[in-house]
């Protein structure tokens, strides 16, 4: 059983298209996180959502929205997308949004902006 | 800011060294720290976490870390690596409250046979 997936594993598109990555727990989990992980592997949050409410919020820019439909999914929609939105995307969840729970990690999406 | 440090970025080892990857971080509150394995081409899994209680953890796999709080230092070690134990190393670092998972900048290790 998959506790989080995340859909597509890659996602190769050209500058200036919109796209989105999904993300889904089945762990019961409150919170979802998007990591993004650049080309040197240096892992920074980006959202941080709780009972579907934004509760992280870090310096990334408008065009990344995230969206939970509930509290069990986190989508991530980019619009127009620019060369260095190229990384690898990261889900997670936890628990509680609370320093001392787990956070569990999605496989990642490679996404590649040419 | 809150930090977290790294310091060897690819720490090449034969199998069956001992391994012993630094981490420090800034933070002078109470945190609590966690080490994650990236294998290639995988997501991260948890190796080990200390949030209170016995500084020395043990984890999976063999691993153990120390949490030695006068050094802000959450070092991993393992007394024999294996050709398996080749991946990203990443410390993390969280505060209290809703305050994000901080990573370091990741510690590639190689085990050669």
């Known amino acids: 059983d998959t506790a989080v997936s995340q859909t597509p594993k890659y996602l190769v598109t050209q500058m200036g298209n919109d796209k989105s990555i999904k993300c889904e727990q089945n762990l019961g989990h409150d919170t979802m996180y998007w990591y993004k992980q650049d080309s040197k592997k240096f892992l920074k949050i980006m959202f941080s959502y709780n009972n579907k409410e934004l509760i992280i919020n870090e310096t990334v820019p408008n065009r990344f929205s995230p969206k939970s439909p509930d509290k069990a999914h986190l989508n991530l929609h980019i619009n127009s997308l620019e060369l260095g939105d190229s990384a690898v995307y990261f889900c997670?969840?936890?628990?509680?949004?609370?320093?001392?729970?787990?956070?569990?990690f999605g496989p990642g999406t490679r996404l590649t902006v040419t | 800011a809150q930090s977290v440090s790294q310091h060897n970025h690819h720490v090449i080892l034969s199998e069956a060294a001992s391994l012993e990857l630094g981490c420090n971080y800034s933070y002078g509150g109470t945190v609590n720290l966690f080490w994650y394995v990236q294998y290639p081409g995988q997501h991260l899994q948890l190796l080990l976490k200390?949030?209170?209680?016995?500084?020395l953890v043990k984890g999976i796999k063999g691993f153990e870390a120390e949490f030695i709080k006068s050094k802000f230092s959450f070092n991993l070690r393992k007394p024999s690596v294996q050709w398996s134990d080749t991946a990203e190393y990443f410390c993390?670092?969280?505060?209290?409250?809703?305050?994000?998972?901080?990573f370091g900048k990741g510690t590639r290790l190689s085990v050669i046979a």
């Open positions: 200390y949030f209170s209680g016995d500084p």
């Open positions: 997670a969840s936890s628990q509680v949004a609370a320093a001392g729970y787990e956070q569990y």
């Open positions: 993390a670092v969280i505060r209290s409250g809703n305050t994000p998972l901080v």
